[in-house]
């Protein structure tokens, strides 16, 4: 006798939950969904990533991410940002060769493009500015 009473009861439950359950459902595939373009109301205070010329693109942002894992620690002779003794051999070649370097990589441990592959070469010359202005 128990059971009979208890499964209505169980399934009027059931349907009660389900309401606020599919509400958070449609507000999560909502907000997936929502398109916002610069400019409109939605999108202001929000941060906008950043096609290019903005923050992530400074040559220091780049050293960071993409030269710094064997510059910083010198990793393989690679020479470390800011150490004068490890740059003064390859300041003397000029800043052609060196730029040349970073573009096209130096066999054995320097990559091309430093492996920063969404990096023009423009990129690649700013960034070993910056990487020789650190010993300069
Ligand atoms: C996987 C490790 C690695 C990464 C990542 C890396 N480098 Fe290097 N880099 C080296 C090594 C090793 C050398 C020394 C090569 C040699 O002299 O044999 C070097 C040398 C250089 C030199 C000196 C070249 C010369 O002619 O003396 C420049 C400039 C340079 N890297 C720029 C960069 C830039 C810019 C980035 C990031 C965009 C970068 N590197 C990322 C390992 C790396």
Known sequence: MKKLVLLPLVALSM????????????????KV?????MGEACASGQV?????????RSPE????????TCHGLGVAGA??????????????KGMDVLY???????????????MCFDCSDDDIRAVVDYMT????
């Open 100 to 114: 040349a370097s970073g573009i096209n990589g130096l066999a054995p441990g320097m990559p091309a493009m430093g």
């Open 15 to 30: 349907l009660a939950a389900a309401g606020p359950i599919e509400d958070e459902i449609v507000s999560r595939i909502h």
């Open 79 to 92: 020479p470390k940002l800011g150490d004068v003794d490890q740059w003064a051999p390859r300041l003397e």
């Open 61 to 68: 942002a780049i050293y960071e991410r993409s030269c710094n």
């Open 133 to 136: 202005a650190s010993v300069q």
């Open 48 to 56: 906008v990533a950043d096609a290019g010329g903005g923050e992530g």
């Open 33 to 37: 969904g929502e398109v916002c373009l």
